[in-house]
Every structure is written in structure tokens, then in C-alpha cells.
């Protein structure tokens, strides 16, 4: 595009006088103008620079031979030509060929050159060399390369002063021609430069050495600046004579916008990059020499960028990968694969290593040329050692939950207690790990767990494990789970001890019992026998002795001995029938025979009974007795636990009144007796309606404690219930319930062994 500008200035420039002095002197383009074949006509200096050929060796050649073989195999040389017929102009970036067969990307513009009646007497051929261009602007945006519009090209006198004018340089500095000819070209050079004496010093180098370019600030007409770039090229004549100078300015504002931006953003990058800090990302150059650094590398393999810019990367590896090799088989891989990426250790400065990510890319210019590598080191030794941990504990776990499974198995303590000590060993690498009982002391430096009883706050003792090396917290976790295993080894242990004692005496309790038992029944078989034995010949005596008082005729004091010797034998007879009612209970056999009858008629009767006895003992009977309580009971065996309550009352109630009191409760009958005797202490209560229980002292009272034991069964066989509420001192309150209708008369026969079931 910025030829189309150099060509609309050739053109007009050729006209000219010194059309072919100018040419001649621009190094940058290659000018040619070519016959309507396409025939060299003329070639200046800066054709000869680019394509190499000096003018004796093409002028008369064809200009075909500038291309590629492939470009003129498809006629492409010829293409243009047309074109430029055809448009005005054609326009071509390709590949072109110079004299030493070497390739350069060339920017070609063709135009046709019409004579005056407007017939075409050839080309002018302007080609610029753009590889060198497109190396200088590697870095920069193909915005740049567009952006570069303007070109002003025109002539000075040997003095300074503007001699030709033209369009581009019309507009790129806002003078008209007849503004700018016969002013000094200083005109647009800043008032420092001015000052500096800059644009003739430019001229004078120009001069001297040919040639010379200059970027910077320029000056418009309407005082505005732009970033111009600069060639000035002397312009001699035949005999050498310096005549003025040729200057091409290009307007490279728009292209110094975009390089100032791209430089920003760089800045922006750099910052950025500078700013990490958990990465180190920094570049290498070819041979794999740190070239930047950043705080992320300072921080990760701490360097400084003064100490690490320029030496070789293979300092970050340890020394056996650097011999083997490694740092540059890695370059090896990341520019034959533009990436290579790896796990590895790394050293830091002061020798220690560091688990890292490493990724390394290959840089590349535009031409796909390596220019170095990135990379980017991440320090992974945290997230490798949790890692290393988590699977560390997880071991440890599945060895203890072994060891716990063994030890369920094994009913031996020490044997489980040998197994936990190798787990400890074999799995922490220890020398040494004993059982410490409660009290004994460690070793120095030895690290104890407790082994914890099964009651709260107690221990058996502690595990205590020496090692050369520190123990870890998973370490001494593990420890821990292997002292409880210990734990519940020793707690079972313990527990099976105590089974086994526990065990044993059960074994002699049974024993003890079943004797027990023995004597028991022995007793009972033996009351009863003697109880039998005892009956018998009494019958026998007691007929007697009533024949005796029947047949009357004994005197006093015969005749009262005769009495009181039968009512001794009415008592010892009481006794033997308790005696038979016992082992009759015992063994089950105690009959009901209900029927119905009025108990408070009973009540009356009984307590006619005790008159004699009561008064004897000072007792005053008080009755409270509704007119009639019917019922369907067992009337001899109700009669007996009147009895038995009454003559207990006036046994221990002695010198005290004694209520009978007979109540209907629904369909309960109640029967109460109180007296104001002695009383039962709270502990006794339960214990005397056992058999043989007793509870008052043997030398004031006499009795078997037998009385509340039948009458406890009578009453329950009648389905009642009988309870005492005592005080001692105070007196006792006997109180029997029983249903208004007991068992059915056809069932009595089992009654009792129902009851006591
Ligand atoms: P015992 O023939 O010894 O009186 P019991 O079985 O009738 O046998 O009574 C058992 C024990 O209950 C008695 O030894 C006595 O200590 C206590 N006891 C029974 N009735 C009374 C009572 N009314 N007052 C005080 N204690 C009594």
C-alpha cells in the first residue's frame, strides 16, 4: 500500500530532470522501469541492494527473471503487466528472487508510463524488501503495519532549502507546494531540535555516510507533531557534486500509537507475570539461559533475578538428573513438541529440594523460529506431602483394623499383646515399644498413649514406643488405636477372669443350695413323719382321758388334774395339726371345702372363743361387726386364721383392748385385727409370714412361727390377700381381704397349689 504513495510520486517525478538521480539514490525501493515486454530499461541503487543485480547485468534482460520458477511457470510476471494495463496499477506481495537465487518477500507495485499522447511506453517496476520489515516488527501488531499510510517524498537544495513538493508531503505536513518550496526543510523540526541544530547535522550525515534515517517528532503546519520516520539520501551529480538530497518521510503516528499501546500492554503482562507470587514463570533462551524472572520464581526457588538471569536452568535440577541428563532432554521434547510438562523434584538455592509441576513451552517467532522457552514451576511439596500423609494414615488404619480383627480371634492376651508390639514395630519403624503397667515409668524420650480401661478415667497402663526419628501425629494416632486394641483385649481378658470366678461360685452356691434343699426337705419329711408319729398315740390318750371325765366319779383334786391333762393334750394336739398343716402346704395337699355360710356369725363365735383366754390376759375384745357377711369360704379354715390372729393379738397385745372389725368393700370382704401390743419392727413385716419365722424374743414368747405361714396360705387360697401394718411399741393392724365368693366347691381340691403358683 505505501508503494502505491512512492509510485504516485515516481510518476510525477518523471518528468523531471532528475528523475534517474533521484531513483538512483533511493537505497530502500528497488525502482525499475521496464519497456512494454517487460524489458529492463533502467535500475537504480536501491534495485541493485535488493535483487542484487547491477544494472550492466539486467538492463536488457527480462524483468521476468525476478520471480519465482513457480510464479513464472503460472505467468504471473505477465499477469501483472495486464493488470497494470488494465487498472492503472497492480499491486503484488509475494515471494521474489535475487541474482544469488535467495528469496526475499518483496511489496511490488506496477504502473504503466503513458507518453504524452497517452500511447504506454512501459512500466515502472517499485519493489521494497518487507523481510527485513517483517523481522523488525515481529513483536509489533499487523495494526502497525497498516496504520503506515503517508509517505511525503520530495527534494532538497544542497543547502536545505525545499525544492520539489508533493501530494504525500501535502498531506502529511499540511503545506501547499507554493508554501513549503524555497523554505528551509527546518520547518518541521521541533523548536529543540532547531535549536540542536538537528536537521542540518542530519544533512550532513546524510552526506557523509550515504544514507540517513532518523525517527522522531516532526512538525505540521498547524503545529501539530507527528512521529515521522526519516530517510535522507544525498542527490550528486554526473561528476559527484553534491546537487541535494531526496527525503522520504513516512507518518508513523499511528503506528507508534500501536507500539506505545503494545508497549502498555507488555508492561500490563510483565507486571502481571512479575506479580505472581505461587508460580514461577520466567523464559529461557535458546540454550536454555534464564532470561526474566519473576517474584513467584524468587519466592518458589529463591534466587533473586541478579543472582539467576544468565545461568543455565539445569541448577534447579538435583545433581544426579543434571549428569543424566534431563534438563536438556526437557528442551529437547518442549521444542520438538512445543510443550513438555512433568512431576519432578527440584533444588532451591540453599540445596533443598521442593516437589514440583513443571510445564516449559517453546517460543516461537512469527516465522515459526524458536526463540526460547516459558516456564512455569509450580512448588507442589505441600499438596504431595497431605497426599503422602492421607495414604500414610489410610496404611496405618487398615494395619490396625487388622490387628483389631486378630485380636476378636484370639482369645490369648498375650498373644495379642506380642501381635499389637510387632504391628507397632513393623509399621512405624521403631526399635522399641513396650507395655508399661500403671505406675511404671518409660524410658526416657519415649512417647506413651494410654490404654484405656473400660471404666471412665482408668487405664491398664500405657504403650510407650521410642524412636530414633520424631513421631508423627498420624504416628502417634496409630499408636493410640493399637493401645486400644490392647484395651479390649485386657478388658476381655479381665471379664472372662471374672466369668470363670463368678462361674465357680455359682457352681458352689448350686451346690450349697441343692444341700440346702436336701435338709430342707429332710426337715419337712421328718415333721411330717414325726408329726404322724406323734398323733397317734395323742388320739389315743385323749380318748382316753375323755372316757375318764365321761365315766366321772374323780374328786378334786384328782378330778382337776384330769381336766388340765386334757386340755394339754387339746394343745399339744393344736400343735401336731399345725405341724400336719405345714407339711401338708409343702407338699400341696392342703384341701379347701367351701360353702356358704355368715361370717360374721363365725366372727361372733370365735370371739366367744377368747373371752376366757382374753380376759386372762387383761384384753378387752371389741367387736365391730356388720348383722350378716355372707360368702362361700372354707369355714374350719377361715376359723383357723381367726384363731391364729386372735391368739396373737392377745399374745402380744397383752393388757391391751382388741378390735375385730368385719367390713363389706364391693365385693371384698374385710376382715381387720388390732391390738396395742408390741409391735413389728419394719424389718420383720415380710419375714414373718414365712415358716419358722419369728420375731419376737423366744424367752418372753413362745411359738414356732408357723401361725402366719398356714394362715398366709389359707387366705390365699381363698384368692385373698393378707398384709399387717405395724409400729413397734404401738401395735400391729392384721388385714385380711378375701372375694366374697372363693374357688368353686368341685375345684377346692387344688385350690392352694393354685395359689401358690
Ligand atoms: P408364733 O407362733 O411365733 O406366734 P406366728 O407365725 O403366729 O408364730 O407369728 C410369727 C411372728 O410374728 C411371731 O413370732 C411374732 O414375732 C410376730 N407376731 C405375730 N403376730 C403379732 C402381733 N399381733 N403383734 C406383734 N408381733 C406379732
Redesign the pocket.
Known sequence: MENHLVQDELNALRTSAELRAVTDSIQDYAIAVLDPQGVVLTWNTGARQIEGYTAEEIVGQGFDRLYTAEDRAAGRPQTLLTEALRAGRAQDEGWRVRKDGSRFWADEVISPLRGANGAVEGYVKVTRDLTQRRQDDEHRTTLTVASVTDYAIFMLDARGTITTWNLGAERAKGYRADEAIGRDLSIFYTPEDKAAGKPLRLLRRAQDEGRVEDEGWRVRKDGSRFWADVVITPVNDANGKLIGFTKVTRDLTERRRAEEQLRQADERLRLMIESVHDYAIFMLDRQGRVATWNRGAEHIKGYTAQEIVGQHFSRFYPPEEVSAGKPERELEIASSKGRFEEEGWRVRKDGSRFWANVVLSATRNRDGVLIGFAKITRDLSERKRAAEEMAERARQQSVAAELGLYALQTAQLDRVIERSMQTVRETLQIDDVRILRAGESPLPGARTVRIHAPEPDAEYGFLAASASRPLTANDVRFLQAVANVVAVAMARSQSEEQLRLAEREAFEERGRSVRIQEALLERDEFISVAAHELRTPLTALQLKLQGLESSGGLLPPKGERLGAAVRQTERLARLIDRLLDVSRIAQGRVEMTPEIFDLAVLVRQVAEDFREPATQARAVLELQLPEKVEGSWDRLRIEQVLV?LLS??V???TGKPITVKLEEVGDVIRLCVA?R????APD?VDR?FARF????PIRN?????????I?RHIVEAHRGRISVA?KLGE??T?VVELPRLSAPAAAGRDNVARARA
Open positions: 391364729n396373737n393379738a399374745k402380744y397385745g391390738d401390743g408390741i409391735g413389728i420383720d414373718i419365722q419369728r420375731a419376737a414368747y413362745g411359738g414356732m412361727g408357723l401361725g402366719l405361714y394362715t405395724s401395735g400391729s392384721f
